[in-house]
């Protein structure tokens, strides 16, 4: 089975940027839809933006379009989400997961991003 991990996560001021990565492994996510969550405490957890396997397709979260980009190498087995002009709002545990049988099956432990000056 995939596993999934996150990294690139940090503090950054508003307007800044951060790029994470969602590294695979144990089998390779070529075929697969992946996708980013977030998550602040006592909320549930939120979709940011996904992406098809041949990366023809993305689709974004409103309060993040045009300000993130999600995008992926399947030579690498990786996902990326590049993040720009950062608000405070965007403060959270983000998270990665692949579609296993239509459904976002297998996540990373999440990797924290902080939106302050």
């Known amino acids: 089975q995939v596993t999934l991990v996150e990294s690139g996560g940090g503090l950054v001021q508003p307007g800044g940027s951060l790029n994470l990565s969602c590294a695979a492994s144990?089998?390779?996510?070529?075929?697969?839809?992946m996708a980013w969550f977030r998550q602040v405490p006592g909320k549930e957890r939120e979709f940011v933006a996904n992406?098809?396997?041949?990366?023809?397709?993305?689709n974004y979260a409103s309060d993040v379009k045009d300000r993130f980009t999600i995008c992926r190498n399947n030579t690498k087995n990786t996902m990326y989400l590049q993040m720009t002009d950062l608000k405070p709002e965007d403060t959270a545990v983000y998270y990665c997961?692949?579609?296993?049988?239509?459904?976002?099956?297998?996540w990373g432990p999440g990797t924290q991003v902080i939106v302050s000056s």
């Open positions: 997961a692949i579609s296993v049988e239509r459904v976002w099956g297998r």
């Open positions: 144990g089998g390779t996510i070529k075929d697969s839809a």
């Open positions: 992406i098809v396997w041949n990366s023809y397709a993305k």
